[in-house]
T-cell receptor
Framework: DAKTTQPTSMDCAEGRAANLPCNHS???????VYWYRQIHSQGPQYIIH???NNETNEMASLIITEDRKSSTLILPHATLRDTAVYYC????????????FGAGTQVVVTP | NAGVTQTPKFRVLKTGQSMTLLCAQD?????MYWYRQDPGMGLRLIHY???????AKGEVPDGYNVSRLKKQNFLLGLESAAPSQTSVYFC?????????????FGAGSRLTVL
């Protein structure tokens, strides 16, 4: 699977949008981009995924560049409960759902 | 609907002891996974299963065995625990829909080997 590059950490003010970048320059055509987050000591939580098109759900929006080499997760109105480690993962359709986790981005939302 | 349930949540072992972690899911998912997470690191895949009666090795399988006798259960065994296996273990389950596979994770099992 292609690997991803994310910033180590970022801060965000409560109520503002949080934009989390992810580079996946070697992504293949059959690989999805997934975002998960892990709140301290809990199991990872699925946020959103996409293949080519931008996606939005009740938690976040996912913007994928046209060349698919990078993406941005947008948390529209960050709250203190959004403080977590965010993982950007690419995984192919024929990998039996296996996810390869990197170090992720530690997001701290401040009042 | 409990999702993915892991037992036990905490366990302390002495070096050389054996134990089994149980993962149960009630979503009728075909795929199940065991990951471990060491402090300050991302999750690493130990073993996984793509269906009842099947198992396969992940990234860090040494020292662990697994079994999937029933679709809803995935067991992770440590035959002879070592201090290097002190970690938090996460189970997950998922299914493929239109090529994508969204995983649901359990709350984790914290294992300490003395």
């Amino acid at each position: 699977d292609a690997k991803t590059t994310q910033p180590t950490s970022m801060d965000c003010a409560e109520g503002r949008a949080a934009n989390l970048p992810c580079n996946h320059s070697t992504i293949s055509g059959n690989e999805y981009v997934y975002w998960y987050r892990q709140i301290h000591s809990q199991g990872p939580q699925y946020i959103i995924h996409g293949l080519k098109n931008n996606e939005t759900n009740e938690m976040a929006s996912l913007i994928i560049t046209e060349d698919r080499k990078s993406s941005t997760l947008i948390l529209p109105h960050a709250t203190l409960r959004d403080t977590a480690v965010y993982y950007c993962i690419v995984s192919s359709t024929d990998s039996w759902g296996k996810l390869q986790f990197g170090a992720g981005t530690q997001v701290v939302v401040t009042p | 609907n409990a999702g993915v349930t892991q037992t036990p949540k905490f366990r302390v072992l002495k070096t050389g002891q054996s134990m089994t972690l149980l993962c149960a899911q009630d979503m009728n998912h075909e795929y199940m996974y065991w990951y471990r997470q060491d402090p300050g690191m991302g999750l690493r895949l130990i073993h996984y299963s793509v269906g009842e009666g099947t198992t396969a090795k992940g990234e860090v399988p040494d020292g662990y065995n697994v079994s999937r006798l029933k679709k809803q259960n995935f067991l992770l065994g440590l035959e002879s625990a070592a201090p290097s296996q002190t970690s938090v273990y996460f189970c997950a389950s998922g299914d493929s829909h239109s090529g994508a596979n969204v995983l649901t994770f359990g709350a984790g099992s914290r294992l300490t080997v003395l």
